[in-house]
């Protein structure tokens, strides 16, 4: 074989092995539902005080947090929008890692805005992020937005 076409192979095995874990090793860990639009948090922000301000089909959605989230102490997830978000449920895991269930409803706190009590447990290895995959329904439509967690001790 020529040399320039084995050359030419790595990129696309590394291609293939890629997409390969996006399609079926992904979804194994954490598997979403193929009706529902994943809306990634901009780079950078997590789930704090200020939190992640992210577009939804025309709607702006904030994501807060608290100032900090320990493991094992109950914090609130904060969804500020508009009146046509509909929350649905907040699930975290671990990406890569089968941490169990940890799904959470929303309660209404006023116009536009719903809260969910919530609370993540210590995990084994010593990770402390997760990520918070927010479903909810904005005009029929459903989207999960997935904002990083980083849990801090004292
Ligand atoms: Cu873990």
């Known amino acids: ?16 092995g890629y997409l390969a874990g996006e399609h079926w090793l ?9 009706a529902t639009t994943v809306i990634q948090a901009p ?4 789930l704090d ?8 089909n025309g709607v702006e959605i904030r994501v807060r947090g608290p100032e900090r989230i320990p493991p094992l102490e109950r914090f609130a997830l904060r969804l500020e929008g508009s009146t046509s978000l509909e929350p649905l449920e907040v699930s975290y895991i671990m990406t890569g890692m089968d941490m169990g269930l940890h799904r ?9 805005h719903w809260l969910a009590e919530s609370v ?3 995990c084994m290895s010593g ?8 479903r909810v329904r904005v005009d029929g439509r459903l989207y999960e937005l997935h904002v990083p967690v980083l ?3 004292e």
Do not use: K, N
């Open 26 to 34: 992904r979804p194994l860990v954490a598997p979403v539902d193929p």
């Open 120 to 122: 993540l447990p210590v």
């Open 43 to 46: 780079a950078g922000c997590e």
């Open 1 to 16: 074989m020529a040399r320039w076409l084995s050359w030419l192979l790595i990129p696309v095995m590394l291609g293939l």
């Open 104 to 112: 959470f409803e929303f309660e209404p706190e006023g116009s536009g």
């Open 49 to 56: 005080a200020r939190g992640c301000l992210m577009p939804v």
């Open 151 to 153: 849990l801090r001790r």
């Open 127 to 134: 990770r402390m992020d997760w990520l918070a995959r927010v």
